[in-house]
């Protein structure tokens, strides 16, 4: 059965860091795209990163720039979010995806997502 699990979220100090990752099973991970997304109260849910099937590509949103990193290790079936110099608007619950490519929208499976709250 195919399942993304999440892992990692938790409470930071304005300035901290922290390491989601994604577990995936049921799937050859080699063949697919995963990307990071969150959802802040009150806001709808956006990207924040991904990466291709072979971690030669990544992108991140411009809020995130330089702060955070995407990575990925296909032979553990993880990909992993580095999130450095947190801010007070970081604050979301974060989730894990597979797609095709990360230059489509099409997101096909969801992992059900871990909170981050970043706050003094």
């Known amino acids: 059965q195919l399942q993304l699990v999440e892992s990692g979220g938790g409470l930071v100090q304005p300035g901290g860091s922290l390491r989601l990752s994604c577990a995936l099973s049921g799937f050859t991970l080699d063949y697919y795209a995963i990307g990071w997304f969150r959802q802040a109260p009150g806001k709808e849910r956006e990207g924040v990163s991904c990466?291709?099937?072979?971690?030669?590509?990544?992108n991140y949103a411009d809020s995130v720039k330089g702060r955070f990193t995407i990575s990925r290790d296909n032979a553990k079936n993880l990909v992993y979010l580095q999130m450095n110099s947190l801010k007070p608007g970081n604050t979301a619950i974060y989730s894990c995806?597979?797609?095709?490519?990360?230059?489509?929208?099409?997101?096909?499976?969801w992992g059900l997502g871990k909170q981050v709250t970043v706050s003094s």
């Open positions: 990466i291709s099937s072979t971690g030669a590509n990544t």
């Open positions: 995806a597979v797609g095709y490519n990360c230059s489509g929208n099409v997101y096909k499976y």
